[in-house]
């Protein structure tokens, strides 16, 4: 990989995923499985049983999602790879517990010196482990996620302890969720370098999950950055407009809709409005900032994947498998 392709990448590690460009450690805000991408990219709420989702919002772990396991992965521009890991077990007396690892990795990259003579590559990546536990309480369910979060390029390297802290309403008898979640809370161990200034994405998201009576629908709207309620990338000496309320407000709103067709089968689709309008083009919009995507389940298996647009170059393929290892390893009986 050449070094502009190289600098090209970070640009996007850095600014694509709706956060603070001066933060560090970014790769915290991709989303963590299909179902997530296909969603728009941002879910803190969802009435559905997904292993996936406490990597999002811990409060999400559920007894439901006892001896699942899921593994998701996008590939990415040129050789960077992004893969996660999601693993539920409850016990008796201490409850759920999930486990978790969101590694993304940049590959191989060609180093050269000041005078452009090659002197050999080096790799970098960036992975976070995840330990969670929820806890309900009648209709309202608290759950925490501690990361171990680490980033290495060449000989370089930062860590950091981070924290998400989650809760959710959970209607009695509909399909009916409130939340609200306080992400990527922590502070870095070690910098880079000693002139190195990292910190992490802190966020604050508020989401609405809902399924109408009687209808094949349920709908994810999710309010997020919201700790910087006016923070709208434009760039005044490329003559652009400046965005208006409307349009302000919409930048940190995810929308996402499931078509319920069975419980083995539907289809996704999603819209985030910050990524259409700072990733595309304005002289052509193309499908940035949608996505879509669909499920099939077949017995203790579900296979997701998921198409979603960042720029009007191409789109990028999610692929994430769940197991329920509870059926996959269940006794027969010999009688």
Known sequence: MKKPAFIFLF???AGFLFAQLDNSFQFLNLPISAR?????????????????LFLSNPALLDSANDNHVSWSHLGFYADV?????AYAKTFEKAGTFGIGIQHLGYGSIDSYD?????????????TAVVVSHSHQLSVFKLGANLKYVYSGIYTYNSSALSLDIGGVFVHPEKEFMISVLFKNLGFVMSEYSDTADSSLPTDLQIGLTFKPEHMPFRFSFTGFNLLNPNENYYDENLDEEKPGIGDRVFRHLNIGT???????????????HQVRKELSLSEKLGLSGMSMG????????????TFTTYHVDSGRAYFTLTSNLNRVFKKKSII
């Open 11 to 13: 640009w996007i590690q």
């Open 36 to 52: 997530v991408a296909g969603l728009g990219g941002v879910i803190s709420s969802s009435t559905d049983e997904d292993v996936n």
């Open 81 to 85: 790879k992004y893969n996660t890991l």
């Open 114 to 126: 000041a005078s452009g003579n090659s002197i050999g590559s080096f790799d970098a990546s960036e």
């Open 258 to 272: 499931e078509i319920l067709f069975s419980r083995n089968f539907n289809i996704r689709l999603g819209y985030n």
């Open 294 to 305: 669909l499920m099939a389940r077949i017995k203790a298996f579900e296979l997701s994947y």
